[in-house]
């Protein structure tokens, strides 16, 4: 795996399905469940959004 290339790993790590597992099993008694489950989300949409976005603008083609 080339060093420049290490960043977008951490950028487009694959959190989001562990969170929405973990949202998911919080009890609908808790008061701020519908805001924590859009919070979660917000973050599903948005980062492969920036993501994408940063590839397109980002020269990833050196190595090292």
């Keep these: 795996m080339?060093?420049?290339w290490?960043?977008?790993?951490?950028?487009?790590?694959?959190?989001?399905?562990?969170?929405?597992?973990l949202i998911?099993?919080?009890?609908?008694e808790y008061a701020y469940?519908?805001?924590?489950?859009?919070?979660c989300l917000f973050t599903l949409v948005f980062n492969p959004v920036v993501l994408h976005a940063y590839l397109k603008k980002?020269?990833?083609?050196?190595?090292?």
């Design 24 to 28: 998911l099993m919080i009890p609908n």
């Design 2 to 4: 080339p060093v420049a």
């Design 58 to 64: 980002a020269d990833l083609n050196e190595i090292g």
């Design 33 to 39: 469940r519908h805001a924590a489950l859009g919070m």
């Design 6 to 21: 290490q960043h977008v790993l951490n950028l487009g790590g694959l959190k989001g399905a562990l969170s929405v597992a």
